[in-house]
């Protein structure tokens, strides 16, 4: 289906904690390329083009995010996207798992553009992070993200934002 991605790429990601003061965090992901293990997708009816998607899938870190002195190495994600022509929302939920095995959960939400039959996408939103685990309990953070697609229904997405982890023994690398 021509919007099969979209969901996906729209789950988008995060960034994630240390230490009182805020931190910055930065990452890159690539979404589209590993196929979604559930999607759905229903026409709505009003009108040619409008369909809503619910999707999980998996994207992977082209440049992973490091919180804590740990590395970010998966990325999988829910979504739901509402698809109006060439327009989009879409609102979603993360899991980060970190090298060490600890886990980052987050949501996001965000809008775009499809171009190319809806296989491309450009797109921007917000992220937060709503829990963690290990090292990263009692994250908080929160940002942005923007999104570049291919017509080959990948997209490469640009997280940025900031963190905090409880704890003054906390740092970021």
Not at 29 to 35: A, E, M
Not at 57 to 68: D, F, Q, R, Y
Not at 108 to 134: E, H, I, M, P, V
Request: hydrophobic residues 30%; neutral net charge; charged residues 20%.
């Amino acid at each position: 289906m021509k919007y099969k991605s979209l969901g996906l790429t729209v789950l988008l990601v995060a960034s994630a904690g240390s230490a009182p003061a805020q931190t910055p965090v930065s990452g890159t992901l690539k979404c589209g390329d590993v196929p979604a293990s559930a999607d759905y997708t229903v026409e709505v009816g009003d009108h040619p083009g409008h369909v809503l998607i619910m999707e999980k899938g998996t994207c992977s870190w082209t440049a992973p995010l490091e919180i804590a002195g740990l590395k970010s190495t998966t990325h999988s994600g829910a979504s739901f996207t509402d698809v109006d022509g060439a327009k989009f929302q879409g609102r979603g939920y993360f899991v980060i798992t970190m090298e060490n095995g600890d886990k980052l959960y987050g949501r996001n939400q965000g809008t775009g553009t499809t171009t190319d039959g809806g296989k491309a996408l450009t797109g921007d939103g917000t992220w937060s992070f709503t829990g963690g685990t290990g090292k990263l309990k009692g994250v908080k953070g929160k940002g942005t993200y923007k999104s570049a697609g291919v017509p080959n229904g990948e997209a490469n997405y640009q997280v940025e934002g900031e963190y905090t982890l409880p704890g003054a023994s906390a740092t970021a690398k």
